[in-house]
């Protein structure tokens, strides 16, 4: 059964639905639900959340089952997050990379609910030994890309134990202040603030600890990428942390802007639980750049909005740019790094505008 259409997303594809927020309609921190944009690998299943459990297996001191009710009887908290795709910005890249092809809005900042994944991790007791715990989802096929194993496979993705542990790593069974829907991983889906969203797995089934690091599909033929190391051989390994990156919400690419008047550039800027410390903008393609002011302040895992108020000198056309840099120093590059490949486009995006 597809979902309903939803129309204030871009559809980037269909069943499975992988649907794009406007970018250009960012407002307020959180990203309403009905436009956060939606990526699913297979179709959405339909949980009914009575019969719902989710089983702690594996290296653990005994096997535990909850139902929502017990997830829901459990000391909860609330942690306001961004989720961003890692293949967000797909579409910028020349020569053109496989995948769904996202521009700006495969981002999202919502407030989530639910209890630490920790909680329950205790729960269960963990082994002595445990490396990783492998979050798996309700949902299951068959991937598109070429080299993948011959039976069906769920989605799953892992966590190491230090990371699994963390106060901020949610079970959630609530965003914005409604229950999660069938779209974003209802009843309960895992939230991991500061990681590329493939981390964050929907409609979670299943919590596995291991004592090895885990080797699914979606962290080593999928969103795993080689990394260079000097003077050593390179390992193939899974996408985590987000990268600090902004991005321009207004004036949106193509906009026609009237000669005279004062414009409004505003966006958003994040990192994997840094501060944003600085925001730039260039209105010359990356030449010169002005400092933005910070709209909001750094809040856990939430993005900060920020603004700069250009006066141009002359009509024309304007290739502006946005650069964040965090607490942690780290920068948007000029360039995107070719050993991300398809995912982690965070360098400075061009958006091109008219002034007339
Ligand atoms: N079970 C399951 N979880 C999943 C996925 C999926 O296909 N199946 N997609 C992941 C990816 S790649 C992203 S970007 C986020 C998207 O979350 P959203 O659809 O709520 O925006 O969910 C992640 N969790
Ligand atoms: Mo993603």
């Keep these: 059964m597809p979902l309903k259409p939803i129309p204030a997303l871009i559809t980037r594809q269909r069943d499975p639905d992988n649907l794009e927020s406007h970018f250009s309609a960012l407002d307020g921190v959180l990203t309403p639900n009905d436009s956060f944009y939606v990526r699913s690998h297979f179709e959405a299943p339909v949980i009914d959340p009575g019969a719902w459990r989710l089983r702690i297996e594996g290296s653990v001191h005994r096997i535990v089952d909850l139902t929502l009710t017990d997830l829901r009887g459990m000391a909860a908290q609330t942690h306001t997050a961004v989720l961003e795709c890692a293949g967000n910005g797909r ?77 901020e790593v949610l079970l959630a069974y609530e965003m914005n202040g409604e229950p999660l829907t069938r779209a974003h991983g209802a009843p309960v889906r895992a939230i991991v603030p500061g990681w ?126 946005s650069r964040a840099t965090d607490a942690a120093g780290n920068t948007q590059p000029a360039e995107h790094n070719k050993d991300h490949g398809g995912y982690i486009v965070h360098h400075t995006l061009p958006v091109v505008v008219e002034v007339e």
């Design 91 to 167: 579409l910028f890249l020349k020569p053109k990379k496989d995948g769904v092809q996202w521009e700006l809005g495969a981002v999202g900042c919502a407030r989530w609910k639910g209890v630490p994944l920790a909680a329950v991790l205790d729960r269960a007791g963990v082994q002595p030994g445990v490396i990783d715990v492998v979050l798996e989802g309700a949902d299951s096929g068959t991937p598109e890309k070429a080299d993948h194993p011959k039976a069906k496979i769920t989605y799953s993705r892992s966590l190491p134990l230090s990371k699994a542990r963390q106060p």
């Design 196 to 321: 590329y969203a493939m981390a964050s797995v929907k409609w979670l089934r299943r919590i596995l600890l291991i004592d090895h690091r885990f080797q699914g599909f979606w962290q080593t033929v999928d969103y795993a990428y080689w990394s260079a190391h000097d003077g050593q051989p390179p390992e193939h390994v899974p996408i985590s942390d987000i990268a600090v990156k902004s991005t321009i919400a207004q004036p949106a690419g193509n906009d026609r802007i009237a000669f005279g008047a004062p414009v409004r550039v505003f966006g958003a800027a994040w990192s994997a639980g840094a501060a944003i410390t600085t925001v730039e903008v260039s209105v010359d393609d990356g030449k010169l750049w002005n400092a933005a002011k910070l709209i909001d302040e750094a809040h856990e895992h939430a993005w900060q909005r920020w603004e700069f108020v250009w006066r141009p000198d002359k009509p024309g056309r304007y290739t502006l740019r």
